[in-house]
């Protein structure tokens, strides 16, 4: 049996309402009773009066209790019957009822039309519609408001945003994509699942929806993007680099929803959407990466150069930068967007969530994203897992018969006097070359041309000029002494004697000058025989030798050296620390990684002094092929390797 509680308690809440309202009455005797604050205190008074009395009941006998609390288990088992979405619903239509009596009742307070609050409810169309001017009046004057906001919004969205290109548009086939023969089948085939994305929904798989193609700049990542487009039936949204940024907050997230927006809109339309995505990195750098500034030598190998000063308040931890983005939360924003695209929206969905009920099925939409980048180890991981930017093709230098083909391809649509031998030659010669520098290259011989009076007929002098043009920039007409021109004639040709006895295996001479180009007194270009990366121990010796064949040459012909040989002295020492870190020094031993250690400077400083002895010995019985090659390389300035490598085996 429950204590039983003092008086006083029992009748505390009671009596202050029925104070509350003799007060009342007593301040205004009649009409009070009527007004909705009386109704209330009333309403209070009893509700307490019975809660009382419930209360007493239990207190005096103890089955009153037990059956209060078996009437309550029945009520909640009839309650468990009912569903918790009808409850939803009943509660939505018990809030829909109290607002509507609310509304009622702020109508019945301002109005004197009605009588109650339900009858106010009730009227309310009517009042509306007597009053429409008043209402028309206001909302002009908020739809101008509204109008000038949204026009500024859509003003600084426009700015740098997207374009839509519609099929037949664009007059790019994948016909038309040279030396990349297997980037372009694996686009062909996204293009083609995304053609007949249905077929592979109904055999339980699903389209990939991103396509990452990545790769050096001018290889042809946005021409394969063009192509795709332009052999789908499907529109084509070029996305350029920087379009979600903007200087106020909150315009780069609006553009990612506008973005989607239209890739929803355009996918209803037309039954899919390739969205292309220019230079990704502007958009999915990594975020928040933490990169030590200054790493900390490997255990064991003492550096060579001397420390610095010691800091008189040194940090507890090596520093370190925070890299981010430059404008967080859009790359969240365009990742959440890509992941909500498969749920259900629209208002009727929006009606139907509010009122308890199931929203429809969302529709399936169809899109491929593919983005191009020449910097992959920039992107956030988030946007390279599966479901996202997955599909990674790689578009890299095309191979020898990938620029041939590229060259038969520009040289198709120019007049020419070129052989196939010829366009081979030039493709061989032309190592790591890009669509769109070979592009370039016929171009500018086709402008050579027209200059000297040709009317655009190309030969192979033009196209090996607009070579050297595009690959080493316009010569430099500075004036040099004939004493001068003669010293680095001699230098270049030690270069080239040393490359025709040590590397010819390996690489060809493409040409040899002695015309300055990009701060350079001359040079001695080879093109590679085989395109690998590998490389022997004793090719790396002989590259270094080569690097150091200038300055044996002017000693063996001219009696001196020059400061020309600074770059070549350079290269093959960094030839040389590159053979000892990478363990290919005589005395392998314990081997250290680091370039500056003190083991490492000794070994590259053997193997220098070794390699110049070799190249010595080699070059002193050539010294009459040096001279004849400065010759020729001083009264022509610039001869094609095929020469070249004549004359030195004819000379010999």
Same mark, same amino acid.
């Given at each position: 049996m429950r204590r039983r509680r003092p008086l006083i308690d029992r009748l505390k809440v009671p009596a202050l309402l029925a104070a509350f309202i003799a007060l009342s009455e007593w301040a205004d005797p009649f009409p009070w009773y009527a007004t909705l604050p009386a109704k209330l205190a009333v309403a209070l008074l009893v509700f307490f009066l019975a809660r009382e009395l419930h209360l007493v009941a239990v207190e005096v006998e103890p089955g009153w209790e037990r059956r209060a609390q078996t009437l309550s288990a029945r009520l909640r088992s009839v309650a468990g019957r009912v569903s918790t979405q009808t409850? #939803?619903?009943?509660? +939505?239509?018990? $809030?829909?009822?109290?607002?509507?009596?609310?509304?009622?009742? #702020?109508?019945?307070a301002l109005t004197d039309r009605c009588d109650s609050a339900v009858q106010c409810g009730v009227l309310a169309p009517r009042l509306a519609a007597e009053n429409l001017p008043f209402f028309l009046q206001m909302a002009v004057v908020m739809a101008f408001g509204l109008a000038e906001l949204a026009l500024l919004f859509w003003a600084m969205i426009k700015v740098g945003a997207w374009k839509v290109v519609y099929p037949g548009t664009l007059q790019v086939s994948f016909d038309d994509v040279w030396g990349q023969d297997e980037a372009k089948t694996k686009v062909l085939e996204q293009v083609r699942l995304l053609e007949d994305s249905q077929a592979v929904e109904q055999a339980g798989g699903y389209m990939p929806k991103g396509l990452l193609l990545y790769g050096p700049p001018g290889t042809g990542k946005t021409y394969l993007a063009k192509a795709a487009a332009s052999y789908s039936s499907k529109p084509l949204l070029l996305v350029p680099p920087g379009a979600f940024q903007s200087t106020f907050v909150g315009i780069n997230l609006l553009k990612v929803w506008m973005l989607f927006r239209q890739v929803r809109i355009l996918a209803r339309r037309w039954g899919g959407v390739i969205v292309f995505l220019d230079e990704i990195d502007s958009l999915g750098?990594?975020?928040?990466? $933490?990169?030590?500034?200054?790493?900390? /030598?490997? &255990?064991?190998? #003492?550096?060579?150069? +001397?420390? &610095?000063?010691?800091?008189?308040d040194p940090p507890a931890e090596p520093r370190r930068v925070v890299v981010g983005s430059a404008q967080m939360g859009t790359l969240e924003a365009f990742l959440a967007a890509m992941d909500g695209m498969e749920e259900p929206r629209g208002l009727l969905n929006r009606l139907l969530v509010f009122c308890g009920f199931r929203p429809l099925r969302p529709y399936p939409y169809r899109y491929l994203m593919i983005g191009a980048t020449n910097m992959p180890e920039r992107l956030d991981p988030a946007l390279l897992r599966a479901g996202r930017f997955s599909r990674k093709i790689h578009v890299g230098y095309p191979t020898e018969a990938g620029r041939r083909r590229t060259y038969e391809g520009y040289l198709g649509q120019v007049r020419h006097t070129l052989t196939p031998e010829q366009v081979a030659w030039a493709a061989k010669a032309h190592h790591r070359g890009t669509g769109a520098e070979i592009r370039d290259m016929v171009n500018e011989a086709v402008l050579i041309s027209f200059r000297e009076g040709r009317e655009g007929i190309i030969t192979l002098d033009d196209l090996m000029r607009a070579m050297l043009w595009v690959r080493f920039g316009e010569a430099d007409p500075m004036w040099q002494r004939e004493e001068a021109r003669w010293l680095v004639a001699v230098h270049e040709a030690g270069h080239a004697v040393a490359f025709h006895h040590l590397l010819r295996h390996r690489v060809q001479i493409w040409f040899a000058t002695i015309e300055p180009r990009r701060g350079t007194g001359g040079m001695v270009v080879p093109t590679a025989l085989h395109e690998d990366w590998l490389q022997t121990r004793d090719e790396l010796l002989a590259e270094i030798q080569v690097s150091l064949a200038s300055r044996v040459a002017e000693e063996?012909?001219?009696?001196?050296?020059?400061?020309?040989?600074?770059?070549?002295?350079?290269?093959?020492?960094?030839?040389?620390?590159?053979?000892?870190?990478?363990?290919?020094?005589?005395?392998?031993?314990?081997?250290? /990684? #680091? +370039?500056?250690?003190?083991?490492?400077r000794e070994e590259a400083e053997r193997i220098l002094a070794d390699c110049l002895a070799r190249c010595r010995a080699l070059l002193a019985p050539h010294a009459e092929d040096i001279q004849a090659l400065a010759k020729l390389l001083l009264a022509r300035g610039t001869v094609p390797g095929d020469e070249v490598h004549a004359l030195l085996e004819g000379s010999r």
């Open positions: 409850w #939803v619903r009943l509660q +939505r239509l018990a $809030v829909w009822t109290a607002a509507f009596l609310l509304f009622g009742a #702020v109508v019945n750098s990594r975020r928040g990466e $933490v990169v030590q500034a200054s790493p900390p /030598p490997a &255990p064991g190998c #003492v550096p060579f150069t +001397r420390p &610095p000063p010691a800091d008189p063996l012909v001219c009696g001196t050296t020059t400061n020309g040989n600074g770059g070549d002295a350079r290269h093959a020492s960094e030839l040389a620390v590159q053979m000892v870190t990478s363990g290919l020094a005589d005395s392998v031993g314990w081997h250290c /990684p #680091v +370039r500056n250690s003190r083991w490492a």
